[in-house]
């Protein structure tokens, strides 16, 4: 071979091992350092929190507000439920307070705490209907500083804190300021709103514009004996067909699996009895897994939180038909009724949309007749506006 060749032939070995270590190279395992670093994944964004608490005057002239608040309440959730911060929907939680009842403590202004943050919107909505009045003095200071200092509120400032208390009567009675609540309220970023049940101007004169102005929230009044609007709809004889489907979907486990099944069923009567839309509205509510979450109670949604659930479930706590299944036949029912409660929650969703876009046409329509201020207007109006503040995008 002369010279010539011998160069050429050595050079395409060296271009062939080259190109075979290049060709290797991506294959091999590379050290991280802070030049070479690991490809990062962006985590998820988190779901943001809005905690409410609602602290009710249950004094003598209080019955209208208390009617108005049981049909409200799913309203509400359900506006809290089209909110959504970069495209992830927050989870809500409840509080509910009464002040005013002459039989709760003196030492504790008459204040009594219904219900602490929950997302068991069940308990919240049965215990609404439990409410009665009774003359009493409405110490409004005292019941918002109770809420503020018994309640685990979140310390993050991203996430919507809000406070709503509706009555009548002097705002300034009894021995907590209300200026103590509202520097409170500054501390952990909550908002007071303070709804006047009757005349605008004679709420201002009896200082609960004072409270919303402290407590840098809204301060709005309501006629709390307006009859609660029940606008009928095409579309509510389906909602409570798919939401008797979707209360089939539902296993209950451990010690209170029995009872907040049956709990659920005496909600939905309960508010089907009331208020025809209330009850359209709390199926609405149930349609959505970031609102309605039974965890607690419940094998399928507490499954989808937690997988190992299934393992460690005492098999005796479920349901009759249940307790002599194995685990992996436990696994495919579960596995069953989650498919089906998503099937159905989208159909709820699908039709509840409508169900809206009727009833925003009939209110349009029925505008110019009447525009009575209640409680379930006021308090939408409200975190409509608010929650933009905290990024909260509401449909």
């Known amino acids: 071979m002369n010279t010539l060749n011998k160069l050429f032939a050595g050079s395409l070995l060296i271009m062939g091992a080259t190109a075979f270590m290049y060709y290797k190279k991506p294959l091999a395992a590379q050290p991280t350092s802070p030049e070479n670093p690991l490809p990062q994944h962006p985590a998820p964004p988190a779901a943001r929190k809005v905690q409410v608490a609602v602290l009710l005057d249950v004094s003598n002239s209080m019955d209208g507000l208390i009617e108005q608040a049981k049909a409200q309440l799913w309203n509400m959730v359900s506006v809290l439920g089209k909110a959504t911060c970069n495209d992830v929907a927050p989870t809500v939680e409840i509080a509910l307070y009464e002040y005013g009842r002459p039989t709760n403590d003196s030492r504790s202004g008459y204040v009594k705490q219904i219900n602490y943050f929950t997302r068991d ?160 509205q709390r199926v ?46 436990i696994k495919q029912i579960v596995a069953t009724k989650s498919r089906e409660r998503t099937n159905i929650q989208k159909e709820i969703s699908a039709v509840s949309v409508k169900r809206d876009a009727f009833i925003a046409a009939e209110k349009a329509r ?13 308090i939408e109006k409200i975190i409509r506006q608010q929650a933009q503040k905290y990024n909260l995008k509401i449909q």
């Open 121 to 280: 919107l069940d308990e919240v909505s049965r215990n609404l209907f439990k409410l009665t009045t009774n003359g009493g003095d409405e110490y409004c200071g005292h019941v918002m500083y109770t809420s503020l200092t018994s309640l685990e509120w979140d310390a993050s400032p991203d996430n919507y804190k809000v406070i709503f208390i509706a009555g009548n009567e002097d705002f300034l009675q009894g021995d907590i300021p209300f200026t103590r609540a509202c520097s409170e309220a500054k501390k952990k970023g909550v908002i007071i709103n303070t709804i006047y049940c009757g005349d605008r101007m004679q709420g201002i004169k009896e200082h609960w514009n004072l409270g919303s102005e402290c407590g840098t929230g809204s301060f709005t009044n309501i006629n709390q004996n307006a009859e609660v609007i029940d606008i009928a709809t095409p579309y509510d004889t389906v909602l409570f067909q798919l939401n008797i489907q979707l209360n089939a979907t539902y296993i209950g486990y451990g010690q209170a699996g029995r009872a907040n099944a049956s709990k659920q069923a005496e909600v939905d009567q309960l508010n089907y009895k009331n208020n025809k839309a209330a009850a359209a």
């Open 284 to 329: 609405a509510v149930k349609g959505k897994k970031q609102l309605y979450n039974n965890s607690s109670w419940d094998l399928v949604d507490a499954s989808n939180d937690d997988a190992t659930v299934l393992d460690k479930v005492a098999l005796n706590t479920l349901p009759d038909e249940l307790k002599n299944k194995s685990r992996n036949e």
């Open 366 to 378: 029925r505008s110019t007749k009447t525009n009575e201020r209640t409680l379930e207007s006021e």
